[in-house]
């Protein structure tokens, strides 16, 4: 009697473009609307920053975690948005490109960051006199 070899299932999409064989858990699809764990290891300098960070911000690390991911894709994202690369925002005035777009400026020692609309970032503290009421 001889035994025919069990097929291995079909792989996803994603693991037969890629060369290397992934190690570790598959990958679930996100659900929209739902918080879901991510676990990475950082050098303790990174820990450190993130936890004085998070005390000062009155954050969880997690959501400090998050906030610092999401500042380092906002450049990122903000290009995706307005279809142009540096280069092509090199050629025009990139203020006016960013106030016309909604985008609140965001001075720092290392630069004027811009955040997009809607960003739960910071506020200038400025009240209207006919808020002051």
Known sequence: ????KK????KPEWARTSGAKRIGRPVKPVQEGTRVSLGLKVRPEVKARIDTAAR????TQSQEAEHLIEMA???ITMLERMQ???TEIERGNVEATFR?????????PHGTAWLPPGHPGLR?????????K
């Open 7 to 10: 097929e291995p299932p079909a």
């Open 56 to 59: 000062n911000s009155g954050r």
């Open 73 to 75: 894709l906002a450049p």
């Open 1 to 4: 009697m001889t035994r025919k």
């Open 100 to 108: 016309r777009l909604g985008y609140m400026p965001l001075r720092t």
């Open 124 to 132: 200038s503290g400025f009240i209207a006199p006919e808020e002051d």
């Open 84 to 86: 142009q690369t540096f």
